[in-house]
């Protein structure tokens, strides 16, 4: 079973609006991280953020976690067509593994 | 520099064949990780590797999937008489970090198994 739920499944927004997508998680942490992935392509990692950690900027990425609530958003701003991609949250634990959630499709129409 | 890469990139199976799927991690990467990614899914674990020890197997969806990393670099993951629900996405993945803190992972551009 998959932990790290995203929310919304799918997201469609015009070029120029910001994006937000959430992520939930059931157990404990030691980082949550990010990833996109474009059709047909592997994973390309975004952001990592600890446990200790409550905001983390990249560029247009801007990521938060509230472990309290055991949950994390991503948001993009300004976006652009080349974003449209699936978004993926992956939790880390101190197995190593990461354990994914089934992603939100995001679409930016030009 | 040189990310993950893994070959081949799409395999076409017929059910009850054997197939080798391989992957080059990046150079001096201690970890090594295998995910199965279904169409439209997350992708899900199923090994990984500290060097050549297979510390963690527990993802691998049965004794028909094999995998090994026999000189701590590059790793072959092996299914055995392959069936339809074998069909995914075969991710390979590797980091820097040991089995104590889940670190940065860098995928490969995957291999697409298709089993007919």
């Known amino acids: 079973s998959q932990q790290g739920e995203e929310d919304p499944q799918a997201l469609s927004i015009q070029e120029g609006e910001n994006a937000t997508m959430n992520c939930s998680y059931k157990?404990?942490?030691?980082?949550l991280q990010w990833y996109r992935q474009n059709s047909g392509r592997g994973l390309v990692h975004l952001i990592l953020i600890r446990s200790n950690e409550r905001e983390k900027h990249s560029g247009r990425l801007r990521v938060t976690l509230d472990t309290s609530k055991k949950s994390s958003s991503l948001l993009i701003t300004a976006s652009r067509a080349a974003d449209t991609a699936s978004y993926f949250c992956?939790?880390?634990?101190?197995?190593?593994?990461?354990?994914f959630g089934e992603g939100t499709q995001l679409t930016v129409n030009p | 520099g040189a990310g993950v890469s893994q070959s081949p990139r799409y395999k076409v199976a017929k059910r009850g064949q054997d197939v080798a799927l391989r992957c080059d991690p990046i150079s001096g990467h201690v970890s090594l990780f295998w995910y199965q990614q279904a169409l439209g899914q997350g992708p899900e674990f199923l090994t990984y590797?500290?060097?050549?020890?297979?510390?963690?197997k527990s993802g691998l969806p049965s004794d028909r999937f094999f995998a090994e990393r026999p000189e701590g670099s590059v790793s072959t993951l092996k299914i055995q008489r392959t069936q339809q629900e074998d069909s995914a996405v075969y991710l390979c993945?590797?980091?820097?970090?040991?089995?104590?803190?889940?670190?940065?992972?860098?995928f490969g551009p995957g291999t697409r198994l298709t089993v007919l």
């Open positions: 992956a939790k880390g634990t101190s197995g190593s593994r990461l354990t």
């Open positions: 157990t404990s942490i030691n980082n």
């Open positions: 590797f500290q060097n050549e020890a297979q510390l963690d």
């Open positions: 993945a590797s980091s820097w970090s040991g089995p104590t803190y889940t670190d940065t992972q860098y």
